[in-house]
């Protein structure tokens, strides 16, 4: 039928390249934020492409949501400016004939989305952690970098190297700032080299002095040595530490029923619910003065969904810190939402006027006064 024919190949057209555009933009700010966190040390440089693709899958949902809802107020506001909706209003296509084509068009992104909100979103997050994880436990041999102070993965050295060799297992100006047993011990060196001795890895320094100092004590011991040897820990002690909801699966946030759990639980549910009354908020929202451009309905859109978008963050985080419930938030909001657009939908469909036309009428004359005039 060219009715659905039309409208789903330029919301197609439309889609494609919104979600080109919104893509680039995302994967820009995110490729500057996780350099930013290589440069501060907590990701490693060789690793930023696959954290950055596993944030850019994390953030898919999102990306697809606006540029669905950007879509369809698009493609409408355009059918709106170049008087096509009106030649369709004529042929007996009312605004709810709309929703058929639209639903055909959308229902396959919807379910992309509810998959990647479910299942993709903890995914990506798992794979995150555990490259973020893997980097921060790496070996103090691994830590250091020539012209940089570099802390130890247990907190209590400070390593210091003016430059390697192409093979990195030798260094020359060697300094190693420690805090063992109540003293600040100070090592320096002309040159050092790394050896293996079963199953431990030695930092052997060579032509260099020591320096103990006694915290809570008077006075301080200097040593001259020709080689001195010092145990480097090669894996960071494992941390304990509770798993965040972001990295937990869906079914597991729903057999927890924490609060914490819930909070994160709402979010990804709220996102597919969201995309769905975004499309009917499209429909309604997209008309559009044919004399007028279709720049306001763009804006008005992109704040539609931030605010809407920061409302499900904020039903998410009032619902982890225990001050919402669950299924009152959801059913409230969403459930809210999806009603009034409908009841918006059929007003427009049916022409209903909520208030009452105060417009003046003029009232016919029920006499003609004549004059004459006489000699």
Not at 59 to 69: E, G, Q, W
Not at 120 to 144: C, F, K, M, N, T
Not at 298 to 320: P, Q
Not at 324 to 346: I, Q, R, S
Request: hydrophobic content about 45%; proline content about 3%.
């Amino acid at each position: 039928m060219l009715f659905h024919s039309s409208i789903r190949k330029e919301m197609s057209r439309t889609f494609g390249a919104t979600v080109v555009v919104l893509a680039t933009i995302v994967m820009t700010m995110l490729l500057i934020r996780t350099v930013g966190l290589a440069t501060r040390g907590s990701v490693d440089p060789a690793e930023v492409m696959m954290v950055l693709g596993y944030t850019v899958l994390g953030h898919a949902p999102t990306i697809l949501t606006l540029s669905l809802f950007v879509a369809t107020v698009s493609t409408l506001s355009r059918m709106y400016g170049d008087s096509e909706m009106a030649i369709w209003f004529s042929s007996g296509q009312g605004l709810v004939s709309f929703l058929r084509p639209l639903i055909r068009f959308s229902w396959p992104i919807w379910l992309v989305i509810a998959l990647f909100s479910v299942f993709v979103w903890p995914w990506s997050h798992q794979q995150s952690e555990a490259l973020s994880d893997r980097y921060e436990q790496r070996g103090d041999l691994e830590r250091i970098v020539p012209g940089q102070f570099q802390e130890s993965a247990s907190g209590d050295r400070v390593f210091f190297i003016d430059k390697d060799s192409v093979e990195g297992k030798t260094a020359g100006q060697v300094f190693i700032a420690a805090r063992e047993k109540g003293k600040q011990i100070v090592t320096s060196a002309r040159a050092g080299r790394i050896d293996t001795v079963g199953a431990d890895r030695f930092l052997m320094l060579t032509n260099g002095q020591r320096m103990e100092d006694q915290i809570n004590a008077p006075g301080f011991k200097i040593s001259e040595f020709k080689e001195y040897g010092v145990l480097v820990d090669e894996k960071a002690q494992q941390v304990a530490r509770a798993l965040p909801p972001t990295v937990l699966s869906t079914r597991a946030l729903w057999l927890g029923h924490t609060q914490p759990y819930l909070g994160e639980l709402s979010w990804r549910i709220g996102l597919a619910l969201a995309s769905i009354n975004f499309v009917l908020m499209g429909l309604v929202f997209s008309t559009v003065n044919p004399r007028v451009g279709r720049n306001g309905n763009l804006l008005f859109s992109l704040f539609t969904f931030i605010v809407y978008y920061n409302m499900v963050n904020l039903g998410a985080s009032r619902i982890s810190s225990g001050t919402a419930d669950f299924w009152t938030f959801n059913l409230g909001l969403h459930g809210g939402v999806f009603m009034v657009t409908c009841l918006l939908l059929f007003k427009k469909h049916w022409n209903i006027r909520l208030l009452p036309s105060f417009r003046r009428t003029r009232i016919p004359d029920t006499a003609t006064v004549t004059t004459t005039r006489t000699r």
